[in-house]
Nanobody, 126 residues
Framework: QVQLVESGGGLVQAGGSLRLSCAAS????????MGWFRQAQGKEREFVAA????????YYADSVKGRFTISRDSAKNTLYLQTNSLKPEDAAVYYC???????????????????WGQGTQVTVSS
C-alpha cells in the first residue's frame, strides 16, 4: 500500500503562486508515474499534470501549460507542483496520485493511478 500526503494549498490572490507537495510512503514500491488532478466544486475531477517517475517526461493540461510546473525528488519520493499566475478558475481541491503500471489509457487518465492523496484546497481570490 502506498500513502500519499499533500501539502501546500491555501488562499492566494489572482496572479499569485503556490507550491504543492506530495510525499509518498509505504511498502517498497516502484512508480511508473505520479500526477496531479483537481476537482472544483460541482465539476468532475480533471487532469492537471503528470510525470514519468523514471525518465522524468512531463505532461500538462492545456489550461495550465506555461503556468504550472511538475517535478519530483526521487530520493525523497516527493512530487511537487509549482503553480504560478494563478487564476480564479484554478481554484479546486488538488489531488496527488501515483501509478505503478503503464496502462493503455495513457498517463493523463485517472484510471492509470491506483493511489490517491486526500487532497489539498487551493483558493484563488480575484
Amino acid at each position: 500500500q502506498v500513502q500519499l500526503v499533500e501539502s501546500g494549498g491555501g488562499l492566494v490572490q489572482a496572479g499569485g503562486s503556490l507550491r504543492l507537495s506530495c510525499a509518498a510512503s509505504g511498502r517498497p514500491f516502484s512508480l511508473y508515474a505520479m500526477g496531479w488532478f483537481r476537482q472544483a466544486q460541482g465539476k468532475e475531477r480533471e487532469f492537471v499534470a503528470a510525470i514519468r517517475w523514471g525518465g522524468g517526461s512531463t505532461y500538462y493540461a492545456d489550461s495550465v501549460k506555461g503556468r504550472f510546473t511538475i517535478s519530483r525528488d526521487s530520493a525523497k519520493n516527493t512530487l511537487y507542483l509549482q503553480t504560478n499566475s494563478l487564476k480564479p478558475e484554478d481554484a479546486a481541491v488538488y489531488y496527488c496520485a501515483a501509478g505503478t503500471t503503464a496502462r493503455p489509457q495513457g498517463i493523463m487518465s485517472h484510471s492509470v493511478y491506483e493511489y490517491w492523496g486526500q487532497g489539498t484546497q487551493v483558493t484563488v481570490s480575484s
